[in-house]
């Protein structure tokens, strides 16, 4: 099973910051055992949809350099409220800093108004190629994929003249 946790991107600044939402809907498979009749978002799960909005930022940030971005670490990361069905979970991710492996992000979440978590992540970015070669097709293919899926979850409004 795999989980898509940014339903939307509302905005993006390359290189700095990103806006994106992720709605929760009674749908959510994992609702059904947390916890019964007092349905909440793990929080594991909303520190992913963290990291998924910071992997976009990066992804967008870099052209779509590298296949793989993934967490490294998490730190300070602090719940302030509970996410339950209806709410809509409003992630903004920041680049603090990085060098040419790692970045590290300033990300939070707020539904309604309030803050449900904040952390400090450390993203690793690489290519599968760097380490063997003939992996080069691989990283191909993966960035075609999430240059796609990007397009869909990204659709900047131009204005009307």
């Known amino acids: 099973m795999r989980f898509t946790l940014v339903d939307r991107i509302l905005e993006i600044t390359p290189g700095q910051k990103i806006v994106a939402i992720k709605n929760?809907?009674?749908?959510?498979?994992?609702?059904?055992?947390?916890?019964?009749?007092?349905?909440?978002?793990?929080?594991?799960m909303m520190v992913e949809a963290l990291?998924?909005?910071?992997?976009?930022?990066?992804?967008a940030s870099e052209d779509f350099a590298n296949s793989i971005?993934?967490?490294?670490?998490a730190k300070n990361v602090k719940f302030a409220n509970f996410l339950q069905p209806g709410q809509?979970?409003?992630?903004?991710?920041?680049i603090i800093d990085q060098d040419e492996r790692y970045t590290r992000i300033k990300a939070s979440g707020t539904a309604d108004g309030a803050a449900t978590l904040a952390a400090r992540l450390t993203m690793e970015r690489y290519n599968l190629a760097s380490e063997r070669p003939d992996r080069q097709i691989a990283?191909?293919?993966?960035?075609?994929?999430?240059?796609?899926?990007?397009s869909l979850l990204y659709q900047p409004q131009t204005p009307v003249a």
């Open 24 to 44: 929760l809907s009674m749908a959510e498979e994992y609702l059904g055992d947390h916890f019964p009749g007092f349905p909440v978002m793990p929080g594991v």
């Open 51 to 59: 990291t998924q909005a910071s992997a976009w930022l990066i992804r």
């Open 69 to 73: 971005v993934t967490l490294k670490e």
């Open 88 to 94: 809509t979970l409003t992630i903004t991710a920041e």
């Open 139 to 150: 990283d191909e293919v993966v960035i075609q994929n999430l240059r796609e899926t990007f």
